[in-house]
């Protein structure tokens, strides 16, 4: 018998813990929390009394799966405007760098967004958020990237820490202030690199929203060398860097994130096997963005074979944005993961799981099934659990827990 009575115990349940590569399958088992933190699970059958002695509400769960809350790690759904003339544009067959290179793009996101208010960001900002909710998600990344100037770019982190308060999902910030180089600096990039690392990123800290800085190492943002010079500023500010790495062209960007000591480098349909096996030697999370290379018409894939033999992590996520990826459906990317970029489903579970949580410096706190970590669930009305990469249709989720509570969507 546990010491105290549990909060709630679901019973009736088959569990994927997340702990190992074949998902920590626990048939016939049952989950119980106390407070914020899971605090028991295993088989139903070695429960210690009767569910109706053990905790306050016991919840039957009639043979469902559960699974952590997943975890998207990489998205930009804070943003103003949208991007449908990019989409005609590019149906006519101009090429997402061409169209980056003419104005279009993140730039006419980026005046979009300079222009609304707060509040105009905020409202389908959240409504984005419920959305990936809708499909278990429990942790959003959120990155800025869109405001490419002083003043806006808090703004933008300003707004997604506040999601927090419009659904059940945490909001992990991220800086993106180096997304492309803004008109205003051309000609003089470094003088907008300096306003980065002098001005932006101790300002956001300051503030105290980010948790990471980003940065888009492309032909059509960043260099190598200024990448670098960002990342390390931030890095040594005490923020988890991450990377746009190696997505149109290679530009060494999964070497680069591994020498800088980041946690993640993103896209990497052109990753170098010299890359993979940096990433793999630093322990650098590949983060695998499978709705951008779908809606982009991407003729490259990430060199999954080669990261999975190398041992690199491969996380997954949405990208959730107006221009490359405007997709909030889980379920969709995950198909598409498996699909298109070859993952199996148990790889692509974990990558929404626990390969993100590690991505977010959260592996100690959630995306698995573990006694101590946060009460992070989500309940899937599926035989299978490979039925959530198969089917691409409404949401299988049937509950959610969110910091042990259970939530309504």
Not at 10 to 20: E, F, I, K, R
Not at 319 to 346: Q, W
Not at 349 to 359: D, I, M, P, R, Y
Request: net charge negative.
């Amino acid at each position: 018998m546990p010491d105290t009575r549990w909060d709630r115990l679901w019973t009736d349940v088959h569990l994927a813990t997340m702990t190992d590569p074949s998902l920590g399958i626990v048939r016939d088992g049952a989950i119980a929390t106390s407070g914020d933190r899971i605090a028991w699970l295993g088989k139903a059958a070695a429960l210690p009394a009767a569910p109706e002695q053990l905790a306050a509400e016991v919840i039957p769960c009639g043979g469902a799966w559960l699974t952590p809350g997943f975890i998207d790690c990489h998205t930009h759904i804070v943003f103003g405007g949208d991007r449908t003339g990019d989409f005609r544009r590019r149906l006519r067959g101009e090429s997402y760098a061409g169209i980056a290179r003419a104005g279009g793009g993140i730039m006419s996101t980026v005046r979009a967004t300079r222009e609304a208010s707060n509040e105009e960001l905020t409202a389908p900002a959240a409504a984005r958020a419920r959305e990936l909710s809708a499909w278990g998600v429990t942790t959003i990344e959120v990155k800025s990237g869109y405001g490419l100037d002083f003043d806006t770019e808090l703004r933008m982190l300003e707004v997604a820490a506040g999601l927090a308060h419009h659904g059940p999902a945490d909001i992990s910030p991220t800086l993106l202030a180096a997304h492309t180089v803004p008109p205003e600096y051309a000609g003089r990039r470094d003088d907008y690199v300096r306003l980065v690392v002098d001005e932006i990123i101790p300002a956001a800290l300051d503030q105290g929203h980010a948790r990471a800085i980003d940065v888009f190492c492309e032909d059509i943002a960043f260099t190598p060398g200024e990448s670098r010079a960002i990342l390390e500023a931030g890095i040594a500010a005490g923020l988890h860097g991450r990377l746009h790495a190696d997505q149109l062209t290679d530009q060494g960007g999964g070497a680069l994130a591994a020498a800088v000591g980041a946690r993640s480098a993103d896209h990497l349909e052109y990753l170098s096997r010299g890359g993979v096996h940096a990433m793999a030697e630093a322990d650098v999370c590949a983060v695998l963005l499978p709705g951008a290379a779908y809606t982009l018409g991407a003729d490259r894939r990430p060199p999954v074979g080669t990261l999975r033999r190398a041992g690199v992590t491969m996380a997954l996520a949405t990208d959730a944005n107006p221009g490359s990826s405007p997709i909030t459906n889980v379920g969709m990317i995950l198909n598409l993961a498996c699909i298109l970029f070859g993952l199996t489903p148990e790889e692509a579970l974990l990558g929404f799981t626990a390969s993100a949580a590690k991505v977010l410096g959260l592996e100690h706190d959630r995306g698995r099934l573990e006694p101590g970590k946060r009460a992070d669930l989500a309940l899937w009305r599926v035989g299978d659990l490979a039925e959530l990469c198969y089917w691409m249709g409404p949401s299988p989720l049937k509950a959610l827990v969110s910091d042990g509570l259970p939530v309504g969507l």
